[in-house]
C-alpha cells in the first residue's frame, strides 16, 4: 500500500521551462534565432555569434511572480492555492574574438529550467506533492565561424548542473489518529547536450536562423530519500526506512526553432520563431531506492507527454537613437495529455504577453528591461481510471508577472 502510495504522485519535474536567457528577447515575445546578434545569441542561435563586430558580456536577472490555484472536483467551493517564494533566473554571457577575425568564441551560463511549488501540507492533494524546487544551469562554451559575409554557423558544448527537492506525504494506514508519513527526496544532478545553429543576412533587411538544441538527460546519481513521522509499527515492521539512497532520471527535451526578423524601415523591425520541443522524450518518471520503501524497490509513474508547437513574435521600434520600445507575444502550446495533470506542473496551453525597451547608456553600456505576464488556460484534470494514475482531480488556474533586467557592456 505504501508502494502504492509513492507511485501515486512521485514526480521529480515535468520539464517547467523558463523562457528568460535575454531581457531583449523577452520583450520582444522571446524571439531570437533569427534576430541580429548579441552575447545572447550563445543561447537563441551560436550560428549568429560570428556576425557580432564587437565583443560582449550580459549578465541579467528576472523576478518571476507566480500562482496556481486548484479547485477539486467534488468540492468546488473549496480553493487551494500555491505560496511559491520569488523565482530568480538569470543569464550570463561572454562573446570575444580577436577583431577582423572570422572566430567567435562564447561562454553562457543560463537557467533554461527552473521552479519551486509550495502546496503546504494542508491541502487536499498533500499525498501528490507538498512542495519541488527544481533548477538546471546549463554551462556552454561555444564557437562560431563567419563562412561570408553573409552566413555563419555555430555550435555549443552544454555541461548541465542542477538540484532536485520533492517533498509529499504518504496516504495514512490508521485514521484515528490520522498520521502522515512525510517523504522527502533531495538530490543534485548533471547532464550533457550541445546546442547548433545557421544564421543567413540575405540582404540588409532580412535575416533568418535555424538553431537545434539537444536533448539533455539529467540523472540524479546519489540522491537521497527520507522519511519521517513514521508511525511505530511501520518502524519496528521495517516497512519504511528513515532515509535511503535513490536514482532518477529526467530528459529536458530538444527544440528546433526557425526564426526571422526584417527591417520595416529605419525606426521598425518585426522578427518571429517557431519551434518545436520534443516532449515526447518524457514518458514516464522513475525512482529506483538503495533498499525497498514499502517492499518495492523502485516508485513510477507515466507522464507520457507529446511533442508541442510554440509560436513566438514580436518587434522593436526606435523611438530615438538611444531608446527603443519593444513588444511581443508568444502562444506554448502544452505537451501534457488529458488525464496526466500533476501538482508539480498543471500545465495547460499558455498565452505570454511582453513588452519592453532598450536604452543605450553611452557606446559601451546597454540596459534592456522587460515584463512578461503569462496566462495559462484553465484546464480540469480527468480521472483515466487506471490505478498506476492517482493525480488529483479538479481544476487548475495559472499566472505568473515577470520582470527583468539586463546589462551589457561592448569592447
Known amino acids: 500500500m505504501l508502494a502504492a502510495a509513492l507511485v501515486s504522485g512521485s514526480a521529480w519535474a515535468s520539464g517547467y521551462q523558463v523562457l528568460l536567457q535575454s531581457n531583449r528577447s523577452t520583450a520582444m515575445g522571446n524571439i531570437g534565432v533569427g534576430l541580429r546578434p548579441d552575447p545572447s545569441s550563445i543561447n537563441f542561435n551560436p550560428g549568429a555569434l560570428a556576425m557580432m563586430r564587437q565583443n560582449g558580456i550580459q549578465i541579467g536577472a528576472n523576478l518571476i511572480y507566480a500562482n496556481i490555484a486548484y479547485r477539486p472536483a467534488d468540492n468546488p467551493d473549496e480553493i487551494y492555492r500555491t505560496d511559491n517564494p520569488t523565482g530568480t533566473p538569470f543569464h550570463a554571457f561572454a562573446a570575444f574574438g580577436p577583431a577582423d577575425s572570422k572566430l567567435k568564441f562564447g561562454l553562457g551560463v543560463y537557467t533554461p529550467y527552473g521552479s519551486t511549488v509550495n502546496w503546504g501540507n494542508e491541502w487536499i492533494g498533500r499525498t501528490s506533492l507538498t512542495q519541488l524546487s527544481l533548477s538546471a544551469i546549463f554551462i556552454q562554451p561555444t564557437i562560431s565561424y563567419k563562412i561570408s559575409d553573409k552566413v555563419s554557423i555555430g555550435a555549443g558544448f552544454i555541461y548541465s548542473i542542477g538540484s532536485v527537492n520533492l517533498q509529499r506525504d504518504l496516504e495514512p494506514l490508521s485514521y484515528e489518529p490520522r498520521q502522515y508519513i512525510h517523504a522527502e527526496l533531495d538530490g543534485r544532478a548533471s547532464g550533457i547536450g550541445y546546442n547548433v545553429g545557421i544564421f543567413f543576412a540575405p540582404t ?9 538544441r539537444s536533448r539533455v538527460n539529467m540523472e540524479v546519481s546519489d540522491g537521497e530519500a527520507t ?15 528513515e532515509s535511503t539512497s535513490f536514482t532518477a532520471e529526467l530528459p ?31 514518458e514516464r518518471l522513475r525512482f529506483n531506492y538503495g533498499e525497498p520503501v514499502g517492499g518495492q524497490s523502485f516508485t513510477e509513474a507515466p507522464r507520457n507527454y507529446e ?9 522593436e521600434y526606435s523611438v530615438a537613437e538611444t531608446f527603443k520600445l519593444r513588444a511581443g507575444a508568444y502562444y506554448d ?25 532598450g536604452l543605450a547608456l553611452s557606446d559601451r553600456f546597454n540596459i534592456d528591461g522587460s515584463f512578461l505576464y503569462i496566462n495559462k488556460e484553465q484546464r480540469t484534470n480527468v480521472d483515466l481510471q487506471d490505478p498506476a ?7 487548475y488556474k495559472s499566472i505568473a508577472v515577470i520582470p527583468g533586467l539586463s546589462l551589457t557592456y561592448k569592447f
Not at 525606426?267 to 518545436?276: A, C, E, N, P
Not at 494514475?389 to 481544476?395: A, L
Open 204 to 212: 540588409d533587411k532580412l535575416t533568418v536562423g535555424v538553431n537545434y
Open 252 to 282: 529536458l527535451p530538444s527544440y528546433l526553432t526557425i526564426g526571422a526578423a526584417y527591417q520595416v524601415t529605419d525606426k521598425l523591425m518585426f522578427g518571429l520563431d517557431v519551434s518545436r520541443a520534443g516532449w515526447s522524450a518524457y
Open 227 to 241: 522519511f519521517s513521522n513514521r508511525p511505530a509499527f511501520i518502524v519496528n515492521a521495517g516497512l519504511v526506512p
Open 333 to 357: 502550446q502544452t505537451p501534457v495529455q488529458e488525464g496526466y495533470l500533476t501538482a508539480e506542473t498543471p500545465d495547460a496551453n499558455t498565452v505570454g504577453l511582453t513588452a519592453g525597451f
Open 389 to 395: 494514475i492517482d493525480n488529483p482531480v479538479g481544476t
Open 307 to 315: 511533442d508541442a508547437w510554440t509560436f513566438k513574435f514580436g518587434g
